[in-house]
């Protein structure tokens, strides 16, 4: 009786009296439809085509709440399976494939109608009808590829979309919310206790390249091209989307993915290493529950293909040196990645090493990055002796850059302030805190590891300390090895340890003063590292004090030279004393 009263429905909606055809005896529970099975698809085509202009109107059009009522009709009336009848029942098959492909059309149409100045009950009345339509569907019963690729389609897309806005008449990139990927993501989940099995079926059958699964569905198996925007659905991306949305659907289908990370095809390998690392980075604690998968993908840290090694150093650099926003990875996950990108900092490839010393740097500069591992620092700094002269450039340039926005710049942000000025206690105070001359030496002239006051943020600044003595050894190089060295080394100092009273960037100028007392904390900090006898001298304190004399000897030399100029023109040719008088 449902199913005659979902019929009578249909025809007093389109304008046929119920009555126009005789009843049912009493004892007649099934009635013979009122129309045969093609007439019946045909009217549920002319639904989804008036259905399909929701997607170009909105509430304040007339023809709107016809639109509304068609959708009420299917939400509450749950007409929709009819079709889901005519799927199971309808003999023959020729008739089966034509009511599966108007229930694909349905719900696609359902789904893509949808849009953000829409009111919210049309995404109410859509996730009612195809919750309904999934539920006609008993659990363990095979839900058919058409309806699950609908909408995995939808998620694929993403939660955003890409639009043109107009801003004082001027065409400007922007995004929006996807209504579409928002109504997907909540039918998977509203219904994810009948849809998991299915889902997770359809997606190991297409990442495992199952011939049967691939021909079936419309989603693509293979990994999206980097140079293209082309529109069709991939298995990667929608396995991406939908550990965002419902992780459970996806039980075994990461043990699936991960079987992909040794497989022969370098393209394959690579999407695979790609996917994981973006579930790991967006949601860490995947690689808690996941711990295999997790281990196997740092495994790739030594893979045989350079394009994947640096990828490596892309996701791994996100995962160890993450934001302060983004989600927090757990203490134990970061412990296992640092040492896969500490690897790669010293890979055979010089382009791995680049790339991996320049995600360090970088991801540890910005003020909004966590506090990375000291370990990753100093390994960072093995790559100053580097025999590739860029290599060694830019970890000495890299780790300055470090130490003066992480260490010495808070450290003089009271001196700094109280400009030229600044009261003897203060800066007595930053030195009491900034250097370690409080400490005893001990018997071969080496400070102790402990000083009064110490606090947490000493013990954490204790990875940037040993930077400057790093920095100095670069001058060991000579003109023959590196004639540019010694030049860059200089500029350094100048520039970029000690920061400089003439930029024009506020994070990278400091006064005259607080130069000088940064100066003098550099000078603790390569002195505080010696290992040598006490009374002897380190080698990287050696070359500092040369080239201190060198700068006070070039400064000496420029100043009789602008005397001489200024005595030379307070006299004429011919006119300067000969006994200098």
Request: hydrophobic fraction near 40%; aromatic fraction near 6%.
């Amino acid at each position: 009786m449902f199913v005659y009263a979902c019929r009578c429905r249909c025809i007093e909606y389109w304008g046929v009296s119920p009555f126009s055809f005789p009843l049912p005896s009493l004892p007649q529970y099934a009635p013979e439809a009122p129309w045969d099975t093609p007439e019946i698809l045909a009217i549920f085509r002319q639904t989804i085509r008036q259905l399909a202009n929701l997607a170009h109107t909105t509430a304040s059009q007339p023809l709107f709440a016809n639109y509304m009522n068609i959708l009420d009709l299917l939400a509450n009336v749950k007409i929709g399976v009819v079709l889901v009848e005519l799927c199971k029942t309808a003999h023959p098959a020729d008739d089966d494939e034509a009511a599966l492909e108007v229930l694909a059309e349905l719900v696609r149409t359902l789904l893509h109608s949808i849009r953000v100045e829409h009111p919210p009950q049309v995404s109410e009345y859509v996730v009612a009808i195809v919750n309904g339509i999934i539920d006609e569907y008993e659990k363990g019963v095979h839900i058919p590829v058409a309806i699950l690729d609908e909408l995995l389609a939808c998620i694929g897309q993403g939660p955003t979309v890409s639009i043109t806005k107009l801003q004082q008449n001027v065409p400007t990139p922007g995004t929006q919310p996807n209504p579409s990927y928002l109504t997907a993501a909540t039918i998977v989940r509203v219904t994810s206790n009948k849809i998991a099995t299915p889902l997770e079926n359809l997606l190991n059958g297409l990442l495992n390249r199952q011939s049967h699964v691939v021909e079936a569905s419309s989603i693509s198996a293979e990994p999206p091209p980097t140079d293209s925007h082309d529109k069709v659905p991939d298995v990667y991306t929608i396995v991406y989307e939908l550990h965002k949305v419902a992780p459970t659907c996806l039980a075994t289908v990461l043990g699936t993915v991960t079987n992909g990370l040794t497989h022969e095809d370098t393209v394959r390998r690579t999407a695979t290493v790609q996917l994981l690392g973006r579930i790991f980075v967006a949601t860490p604690v995947v690689a808690k529950t996941h711990h295999a998968s997790f281990g196997a993908w740092l495994g790739r840290a030594v893979d045989a293909e350079v394009p994947i090694r640096k990828t490596m150093v892309a996701l791994l650099r996100q995962l160890v040196l993450t934001d302060a926003s983004a989600p927090d990875v757990p203490d134990d996950i970061r412990q296992q990645a640092v040492p896969a990108l500490c690897t790669l900092i010293q890979d055979v490839d010089v382009l791995v090493r680049l790339d991996a010393i320049q995600a360090v740097c970088d991801g540890a500069y910005h003020e909004t990055a966590r506090h990375g591992p000291a370990s990753l620092l100093h390994a960072v700094g093995q790559r100053v002796s580097s025999k590739h002269k860029q290599e060694r450039r830019n970890a000495v340039t890299g780790l300055a850059q470090l130490y003066f926005s992480r260490f010495l710049r808070p450290a003089l942000v009271h001196v700094h302030n109280g400009g030229d000025d600044v009261e003897l206690d203060v800066i007595r105070q930053t030195l009491h805190h900034g250097c370690r001359l409080d400490r005893p030496l001990t018997r071969k002239g080496r400070k102790t590891n402990t000083f009064p006051d110490a606090d947490a943020v000493d013990v954490e600044d204790e990875c940037y300390r040993w930077i400057p003595r790093k920095v100095m050894e670069a001058l060991c190089f000579t003109d023959q090895t590196d004639s540019e060295m010694r030049s860059r080394v200089s500029l350094i100092l100048d520039e970029i340890l000690l920061g400089s009273d003439l930029s024009s960037k506020s994070s990278k100028r400091l006064t005259s003063t607080a130069r000088a007392v940064g100066l003098v904390m550099i000078v603790d900090s390569i002195r505080d590292g010696s290992t040598v006898a006490e009374g002897s001298t380190s080698t990287p304190e050696k070359f500092l004090r040369q080239w201190l004399a060198a700068r006070a000897t070039l400064q000496m030399t420029l100043r009789r030279y602008l005397d001489a100029r200024a005595t030379k023109r307070q006299h004429p040719h011919g006119t300067y004393p000969l006994d200098g008088t």
